[in-house]
């Protein structure tokens, strides 16, 4: 696999794998493994929240904004509190 790019970035990434005692594969190899995994993260998260509008939507059970705050609130302080049943 090739990649192209222009003289300063590759400049760029000599000097911080110099700096880090790092290849220029290896720095290449780590920032697209750290963009692959940042974007599978925010796939998984895009999807959670497709799956939940659809149960939304086919279900309409839901708790209220008022309801998920004051849940929110008790963990902030510190308590084990369940979270709010979900109603229609």
């Known amino acids: 696999m090739a990649i192209k790019m222009d003289v ?3 400049a760029r990434i000599q ?3 110099e700096a880090r005692h790092r290849s220029m594969h290896w720095m290449m ?3 697209i493994r750290q963009f692959v995994e940042r974007e599978e993260r925010q796939e998984a998260f895009r999807q959670a929240g497709i799956q939940a509008w659809e149960a939304y939507r086919s279900t309409g059970l839901h708790a209220t904004q008022a309801e998920a705050d004051a849940w929110m609130a008790r963990l902030e302080a510190g308590e084990d509190a ?3 049943h979900c109603h229609v």
């Open 8 to 10: 300063e970035m590759r």
């Open 29 to 31: 190899k780590e920032a």
């Open 15 to 17: 000097r911080l794998g």
């Open 82 to 84: 369940e979270p709010p």
